[in-house]
């Protein structure tokens, strides 16, 4: 049974970077899209960007310039950085596991992460 | 403002059928990329429901079917019942903005 774990800061100032990552057990790396997806308390969900096990990632264009995304293959773990965070940033933040044109079949518990000063 | 257009809310009786409408774009849905739905109940992670239009994951029943027109796309849910009620998402991807997008999500009430 494929399961994803995460974890990092639930609490950032602003200007702060936020950390998260996220093991992936019960199932190969290779082959699919690691992703990070957000949703504003109360709101919808926001494709955040994507990586795979060679490291190419692929970020929302509105992010780019404050988002990295990681992977540590031999630990099945990858990681996203998000820099110069504001209140805009509140939100639960989730890794997903991606299979092209198949959606995001196997989702973390999710992290709050709250910017407030 | 969600690039896909969602009803707000949809409500049905118990044994009842509703259906959740995915309204895109030519550069979205309307360009062939596939639609996936989501199911999230409260203080959850969202859960695949439909994926690549119409196919659904291993698990899921078969009161959930997802179809496609056009620029459109749409969840049926036969035979409501009282678990199902939860936000439900779909999600494209879109040319024009090089991005996932997502609807603005869909309340489900079972009355």
């Known amino acids: 049974q494929v399961q994803l774990q995460q974890w990092g800061a639930g609490l950032l100032k602003p200007s702060g970077t936020l950390s998260l990552t996220c093991a992936v057990s019960?199932?190969?790396?290779?082959?699919?899209?690691w992703t990070w997806i957000r949703q504003p308390p109360g709101k919808g969900l926001e494709w955040i960007g994507e990586?795979?096990?060679?490291?190419?990632?692929k970020y929302k264009p509105s992010l780019r310039s404050r988002v990295t995304m990681s992977v540590d293959t031999p630990k099945n773990q990858f990681s996203l950085r998000l820099t110069s965070v504001t209140a805009a940033d509140t939100a639960t933040y989730f890794c997903?596991?991606?299979?092209?044109?198949?959606?995001?079949?196997?989702w973390g518990q999710g992290t709050l992460v709250t910017v407030s000063s | 403002q969600s690039v896909l257009t969602q009803p707000p809310s949809v409500s049905g009786a118990p044994g009842q059928t509703v259906t959740i409408s995915c309204t895109g774009s030519?550069?979205?849905?309307?360009?062939?990329?596939?639609v996936h739905w989501y199911q999230q109940v409260p203080r959850a992670a969202p859960k695949l429901l439909i994926f690549?239009?119409?196919n659904r994951p291993s698990g899921v029943p078969d009161r959930f079917s997802g179809s496609k027109s056009g620029t459109s796309a749409s969840l049926a849910i036969t035979g409501l019942q009282a678990e199902d009620e939860a936000d439900y998402y779909c999600?494209?991807?879109?040319?024009?903005?090089?991005?996932?997008?997502f609807g603005g999500g869909t309340k489900l009430t079972v009355l």
């Open positions: 997903a596991r991606v299979a092209k044109d198949r959606g995001a079949d196997y």
């Open positions: 990586i795979n096990h060679w490291g190419t990632s």
């Open positions: 999600q494209s991807y879109d040319s024009s903005l090089s991005d996932w997008v």
């Open positions: 019960g199932g190969s790396f290779g082959g699919y899209y």
């Open positions: 690549g239009n119409t």
């Open positions: 030519s550069s979205n849905i309307g360009e062939g990329y596939v």
